[in-house]
């Protein structure tokens, strides 16, 4: 019985949005004893450190991308460790921060460089004024 409540709370947890109040007190629960029945919901990614499995922890690390290794505990961005939009394997050896190959970084750089130019030329403009 108690193993068919385990599956239900986590059936009902990660496939809907209902929120844990409302599933605590449909399943009969206290939100503690809710959150003690819910299992890491598998990433379908594997660790890049090891045999173990990426997870996310909960449902709001589902909806941010944040995955956990069920082994070792690495843990990380999901977009750092699967393919891009191409089927191309992502760049999860490259420091964050630094130039990628397809220039992310560096069109953040331009582009942060350009609006910077704008506000001087904006603030230049209101100073002459006065």
């Not at 629960?29 to 922890?57: F, T, V």
Request: charged share 25%; glycine share 12%; with cysteine.
């Amino acid at each position: 019985m108690e193993e068919d409540l385990v599956s239900r709370a986590n059936a009902l947890y990660w496939g809907s949005e209902a929120s844990v109040n409302r599933l605590a007190e449909e399943l009969d629960l206290s939100k503690g004893a809710l959150y003690d029945m819910i299992e890491p919901y598998p990433a379908g990614i594997p660790c890049p450190h090891g045999d173990g499995e990426m997870r996310y922890a909960n449902r709001t690390a589902r909806d941010r991308g944040f995955v956990a290794c069920d082994q070792c505990g690495f843990e990380d961005e999901e977009i750092h460790l699967v393919g891009d939009q191409d089927g191309f394997p992502a760049e999860t050896d490259q420091p964050r921060g630094q130039t990628t190959a397809n220039g992310t970084s560096t069109g953040r750089l331009v582009g942060s460089a350009l609006v910077g130019v704008a506000v001087g030329v904006l603030i230049a403009g209101l100073v002459r004024r006065r």
